[in-house]
Structure formats: structure tokens, C-alpha cells
């Protein structure tokens, strides 16, 4: 299957976008970081892939997400969710909430549980997106619509659940390519005469290579069969974890910032984010030489990431690791870490369903449903890649989610 070309109008739209980022590079003096160039194309406002009013969720636009697939994703988490409203304000605060439909299964969901959110805040930054989940969750759940608001930034303080589901892999990140014993460029983007834009290497500034240290810090550190290293060893950069030959990765520096900010905000309770990634060991792995970084554009996943600013989207992988690490910094309690598999069957995915097609029927629409449960769980598909990760304060441990499975050690 060969992916659709874009029309003309999405074409201009995207040379629009362009030419403005070509202008930020030349004023910038012919060089951005990536992070740099990849937040303008993602969030650039009126213009970025989630500012520039796409349709990128579902069937119809370029990739699906696992609220869209299935009620049942919300459901567990609600029962997640709901737990912990035992032990924290009722109130849950969801970033980058898509459609809305995560809000409407969490909303729905927990009020059957007899556990109602009193508030369900929405941090987004499309008005586009805003509109929409507005719309859906009028449709499904008009009862709760009263209790939903939507913020433009993030609270100075929360008492409450954060949730957020492929927010981390959507947060801008930096590049770096290693060329064996220490040798470190930053890569960025360089605009070509053409009105597109290239790679462009250059040294690493101290920030970026004592960054890229301590992520292959922790994976060595978090190899169980590996050297721990006291604390001579701890200082030096185990750089032949990358292997002889050239190794090009990403650092998520942006979302480590975010869970550290939303981490000290949070006073009592939780945060739950659900993601592709692994931890630093098997992001940092010799063979993933290429790093994760990747485009998505009408269900096509490919490299070509600098291509079409604005229509497709750009994402990397999650190095967990990273992110626990943020968390504690702020003072979060790591409170579990799970595939996506075990998280849902931890939440009585299973038993859910069994009630759902109580009496037998097989009609087309649990044949459906039956499938797209089947992509959440499926270690082929979304069940093993996708991780699910909580942290906490003021929280009892061992949340639901994790009382079988839980992999905190491989952080
Ligand atoms: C891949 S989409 C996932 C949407 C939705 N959660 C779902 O599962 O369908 C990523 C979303 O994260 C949002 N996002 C990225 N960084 C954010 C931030 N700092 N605050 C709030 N939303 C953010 C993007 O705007 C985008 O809507």
C-alpha cells in the first residue's frame, strides 16, 4: 500500500508552515534543534499538525489510539482511577485529550462505579481538538458535561489523578548521534534551497552530552545482569554501550521537564501515563542504532520525518527509565510499571468483557469488539510495547494496575 500523496490545499497549508520554520532557522543562523523544529511542526499555532485543525484520530486520519478502539481501555482506567479516589480528591485532570472519548469512558465509567469525578479538567492546545471532545462528550455522557472544563495551561497545584495516553511521545525531542569512544553530535535541522529542510550534525553542547551521560547511566545501571558500578565507575560515561559505529537516538528531555513540573504541582494523588517505550536498557540497546524517531501520516509509519511540516505526525518512543527518574525528582513515589496488557488484565479487562457478552450472542458488533480488545492486549500489537506507568503522593502502593506484572525493577 503506498501512502496518499497530500492534496494541494494540505500541500500549501504545509509550505506555509515551512517557510515560516525556514524563516526561524535562518534567523537562528541556519541551524535548529531538533526539538526546536519539531515543535513548530506539531504545535506551531493555526499551523502544526495539532494546532492546524487535522483530523489526525481514527480510521480516517493517520493513526489510531487505544480509546478510540476500544471502550474497555477507558473502562479499566477508570477503575484505576476510581481506586484512588479512595485516597485523594475526586478530580481528574486529562492532558491532550484527543477526541474526548478517554474523558466520556472515564466519566461514564467512573459514575457506574458509584465513584463520580466532582471535576474533570482538560489541558489542551488545540481549539480544534477542544471543539471536539466538547462534541463528544455532549453525545456520551450529557450528564457529566457540567463537571468538565477546559484549561489553557497547566494548574499551579493538583489534588487528583493526571492522566495522559500518547501525550509523552508527543513532546519534542532532542537528537544526538554518537560515533564511537565519546564523539557526540547534536543532530538538527537545516533549511535546503528547495523550501524543505535537511539533518544537519553539530558538536553537543556540555548540557546535551551530560544528558545523553545519565540516560546510559541508568541503562547500565538498570542491567540486571550487568555491572551496578560503585561510585568511581557511576562518574564515567559507559559510552560503548553504543557500540563502535554510528548511533543515533533521541532524549525526551521536554516530557522529563513536564513530569517533573506537573510532579511538584501535584500535592495528593497520582499521575497515569500510558505510551509506547521501554526502559533505558532497551531504548539505549546497541541494535536500535537508529533511535525511534517516526512519522505518521494516513496509517503509514516512515522515517521521513523532515517531509510535510504540519500534515503528518512526528513521535519517538518513551524512555521510561527517564521518566521515573523525573518523577523522582519531584518527590513522586514510583507507584507501578506495567505493559498495557497486564495494566487492563489487572483491571479486569477480562471480567468485563465476559459481562458484556453474557448471554452469547455473536453479532457483528462484539466480533468487533472482541477485536479491537484483542489489539489492545496482543503482544504483537499494542499489549507489550505500550507501557502504562503511575506515580504518586500521599498514595497507598501497589495500585490496582499492578498487583501482577509490575516491572519496576527494569527502570
Ligand atoms: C497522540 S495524541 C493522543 C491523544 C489522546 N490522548 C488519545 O489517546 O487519543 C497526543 C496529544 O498530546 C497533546 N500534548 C502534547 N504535549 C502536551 C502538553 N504539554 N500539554 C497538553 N497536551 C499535550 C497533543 O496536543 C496531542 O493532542
Not at 263 to 272: D, E
Not at 336 to 343: E, I, K, L, M, V
Not at 349 to 354: F, I, P, S, T, W
Amino acid at each position: 500500500m503506498t501512502m496518499p500523496q497530500p492534496d494541494p490545499q494540505a500541500l500549501a497549508h504545509s509550505a506555509v508552515l515551512a517557510a515560516r520554520i525556514g524563516d526561524a532557522i535562518r534567523a537562528d543562523g541556519g541551524w535548529l534543534p531538533f526539538d526546536a523544529w519539531m515543535a513548530r511542526a506539531l504545535y506551531e499555532p493555526g499551523l502544526g499538525y495539532y494546532a492546524g485543525g487535522a483530523h489526525p484520530f481514527g480510521a480516517g486520519g493517520d493513526f489510531v489510539t487505544a480509546p478510540e478502539l476500544s471502550p474497555a481501555f477507558a473502562d479499566c482506567i477508570a477503575a484505576q482511577v476510581g481506586e484512588w479516589f479512595a485516597h485523594c480528591d475526586p478530580v481528574v485532570i486529562e492532558f491532550g485529550a484527543g477526541t474526548g472519548r478517554l474523558a466520556a469512558g472515564v466519566l461514564g465509567a467512573l459514575r457506574a462505579l458509584g465513584r463520580p469525578a466532582h471535576r474533570y479538567a482538560i489541558v489542551e492546545l488545540s481549539g480544534t481538538l477542544r471543539a471536539q471532545q466538547r462534541e463528544t462528550l455532549a453525545r456520551l455522557v450529557p450528564e457529566a458535561l457540567d463537571t468538565v472544563e477546559w484549561l489553557d495551561a497547566l494548574p499551579a497545584t493538583i489534588d487528583g489523578v493526571v492522566i495522559g495516553n500518547e501525550v509523552l511521545d508527543a513532546m519534542p525531542v532532542r537528537l544526538f548521534e554518537h560515533a564511537g569512544d565519546g564523539a557526540l553530535d547534536e543532530i538538527g535541522v537545516a533549511a535546503d534551497d528547495a523550501g524543505g529542510f535537511r539533518w544537519a550534525a553539530r558538536p553537543a553542547d556540555a548540557g546535551l552530552r551530560e544528558a545523553v551521560a545519565e540516560a546510559l547511566r541508568a541503562a547500565v545501571r538498570a542491567d540486571p545482569y550487568g555491572d551496578d558500578g560503585d561510585g568511581a565507575q557511576a562518574a564515567d560515561v559507559p559510552w560503548a554501550l553504543l557500540g563502535p559505529g554510528r548511533y543515533r537516538s533521541e532524549l525526551g528531555l521536554q516530557a522529563a521537564a513536564w513530569i517533573g513540573t506537573v510532579g511538584r504541582a501535584l500535592r495528593r494523588g497520582a499521575m497515569l501515563l500510558v505510551d509506547y517505550g521501554f526502559p533505558a536498557r532497551e531504548y539505549y540497546h546497541p541494535q536500535r542504532d537508529g533511535g525511534t524517531l517516526i512519522a505518521h501520516r494516513r496509517h503509514h509509519a516512515h522515517g521521513d520525518v523532515l517531509r510535510w511540516p504540519g500534515l503528518q505526525d512526528v513521535t519517538a518512543h518513551v524512555d521510561f527509565s527517564a521518566a521515573a527518574r523525573a518523577a523522582s525528582d519531584a518527590g513522586l513515589a514510583l507507584l507501578g510499571y506495567t505493559s498495557q496488557a497486564r495494566f487492563l488484565l489487572n483491571c479486569g479487562l477480562l471480567e468485563r468483557l465476559a459481562e458484556a457478552t453474557r448471554g452469547g450472542a455473536v453479532d457483528p458488533g462484539s466480533v468487533r469488539a472482541l477485536g479491537a480488545v484483542q489489539t489492545l492486549l496482543s503482544e504483537a500489537e499494542m499489549g507489550e510495547l505500550f507501557k502504562v506507568i503511575a506515580f504518586g503522593r500521599g498514595l497507598p502502593p501497589v495500585p490496582l494496575g499492578f498487583v501482577r506484572g509490575d516491572r519496576s525493577g527494569s527502570l
